[in-house]
């Protein structure tokens, strides 16, 4: 066990599934990150990319189903073994996190219909699947409504006025799909489904919206090209369009509206605390970086670990990936183990881990001086990829307001009322 992973609530099981999530961070997400963040984003899903082996690898040991039950053939880790799993991975690349985590929504969508039809038809191949054939993403913004989509509490949510462009109408036993997503689906450029937020009842706005699982290869779906970004260069995004595509009813598993709020709040919940996992491991990682650096480079006649001021910075960094883990964990704890779960700790632990992650990675790069920005060491690519952690998932302004909304109206719910899942 390293020095910065001491804890002693963890058992043996946990600390072998740290040590192997590590392995596979160490050994195979970095050295895939790093060879895809140097190819085009064509080239980085092109038939020869090293995506593909490393889909495969990643689905052949079951790390695309980390957050999944056993029941439908997940893992089955505790809260806590997820967190674990889920930072180890964060440390190892934040893009191929997003890629894996995306690559469940569709299943994700499946498991929480808890509708057997679709747990067969979507959730449990997604799980049993170990090539890395079966891919989803999550398709909820769009090329006008960003923020806009998180807008929980506000006067507009439920303002006909404001309204997804993404809609779909019942057409007897199907419905029927238009309309366009942004260009920021995670995975969409090579996913195979996707778990879509869709316009079913336009007289509600936003707070009008079903949810579905479309299989990608229908007949009206087609992609944009991918993006190229800042950071993350190793996950690939794009648009997604839909021009009359037909879904079988029971695929549009959220076809009433008055289920939008709490479904809306399960996916807050959910994939707040999962993003703010994989920034802990980004955070931890800067810090190591720098660590390791002060205690190699010479100035002023000194290592730099000897000089003051970086005593200090690299203590706050310390502080910061500790600081990070608790309230993850925390998040992760409660909210695995609970349904609906509170979207304000998964929120909390968003916006405070992935700025905490951005200042190591910044305060990194100062221990490494124009080392660190160089591309021989991984230290500008985590200040790349923190970057875009603040933005992804929902902005941190607008993610604290919603936040702040969910505080205020979830504080006297009952706890008798909550269902323990575990
Ligand atoms: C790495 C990454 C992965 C992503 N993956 C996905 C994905 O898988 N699926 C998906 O659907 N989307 C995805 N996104 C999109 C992401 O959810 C959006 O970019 C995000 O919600 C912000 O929306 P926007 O970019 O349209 O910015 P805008 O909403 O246009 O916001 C612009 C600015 O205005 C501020 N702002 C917005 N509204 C208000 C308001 N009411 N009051 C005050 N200020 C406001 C924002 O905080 C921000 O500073 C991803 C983005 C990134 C970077």
Same mark, same amino acid.
């Given at each position: 066990m390293d020095y910065l992973d001491i804890?002693? +609530?963890?058992n043996d099981e946990d600390i072998a599934i740290q040590q192997n999530a590590h392995k596979f961070a160490e050994e195979v997400m970095r050295p895939a990150a790093k060879k895809l963040g140097q190819l085009t984003p064509e080239e980085a899903i092109?038939?020869?990319?090293p995506l593909w082996s490393f889909l495969k690898t990643a689905y052949e040991l079951g #790390?695309?189903?980390?957050?999944?039950?056993?029941?439908?053939?997940?893992?089955?880790?505790t809260p806590l073994q997820q967190a674990i799993v889920m930072e180890e991975m964060g440390w190892g690349s934040n893009g191929l996190c997003i890629q894996l985590g995306a690559a469940g929504a569709a299943a994700l969508g499946g498991l929480m219909s808890m509708n057997p039809v679709l747990l067969e038809e979507f959730t449990i191949p997604f799980c049993n699947? +170990?090539?890395?054939s079966i891919r989803g993403c999550w398709a909820v913004t769009e090329p006008d409504h960003g923020s806009d989509t998180l807008?929980?509490?506000?006067?507009?949510? +439920?303002?006909?006025?404001? &309204?997804?462009?993404?809609r779909a109408k019942r057409d007897g036993k199907e419905w029927v799909i238009n309309g366009q997503k942004s260009?920021?689906?995670?995975?969409a450029p090579v996913a195979t489904h996707c778990l879509a937020h869709i316009?079913?009842?336009?007289? &509600?706005?936003?707070?009008g919206i079903g949810a579905a699982i479309v299989?990608?290869?229908?007949?009206?779906c087609s992609k944009g090209k991918p993006h190229e970004m800042l950071?993350? @260069?190793e996950l690939n995004q794009c648009e997604l369009y839909f021009d009359d595509v037909r879904i079988p009813a029971? #695929?549009?598993?959220?076809?009433?509206?008055?289920?939008y709020f709490p479904f809306g709040q399960q996916i807050l919940a959910g994939f707040n605390m999962t993003v703010a996992c994989y920034a802990t491991g980004l955070a931890r990682a800067a810090f190591e970086e720098a660590f390791s650096y002060c205690q190699q480079r010479v100035q002023g006649g000194n290592?730099? @670990?000897?000089h003051y001021s970086i005593k200090v910075k690299i203590f706050e960094m310390f502080s910061r990936v500790e600081a990070c883990r608790a309230l993850t964990r925390r998040a992760v704890q409660l909210n695995g183990s609970?349904?609906?779960?509170?979207p304000e700790y998964s929120i909390a632990a968003k916006t405070m881990a992935t700025e905490m992650a951005f200042q190591n990675a910044h305060d990194a790069i100062s221990i490494f001086g124009a080392s660190g920005l160089?591309?021989?060491?991984?230290t500008e690519k985590l200040f790349r990829d923190a970057r875009e952690n603040l933005v992804a998932d929902g902005t941190t302004e607008t993610l604290r307001k919603v936040g702040g909304h969910f505080l205020f109206e979830t504080y006297? &719910?009952? @706890?008798?009322s909550m269902q323990r899942m575990r």
């Open positions: 804890d002693l +609530t963890l092109a038939d020869d990319s #790390y695309h189903k980390v957050i999944f039950p056993e029941e439908v053939g997940g893992m089955g880790l699947c +170990t090539d890395g807008g929980f509490g506000e006067p507009f949510f +439920t303002s006909p006025e404001v &309204r997804p462009s993404c260009a920021w689906i995670s995975g316009q079913i009842d336009p007289s &509600r706005g936003f707070a299989p990608l290869d229908l007949p009206g950071g993350m @260069r029971h #695929y549009m598993f959220l076809d009433n509206a008055d289920y290592l730099l @670990r000897e609970i349904f609906p779960g509170f160089s591309k021989e060491y991984i006297p &719910r009952s @706890r008798g």
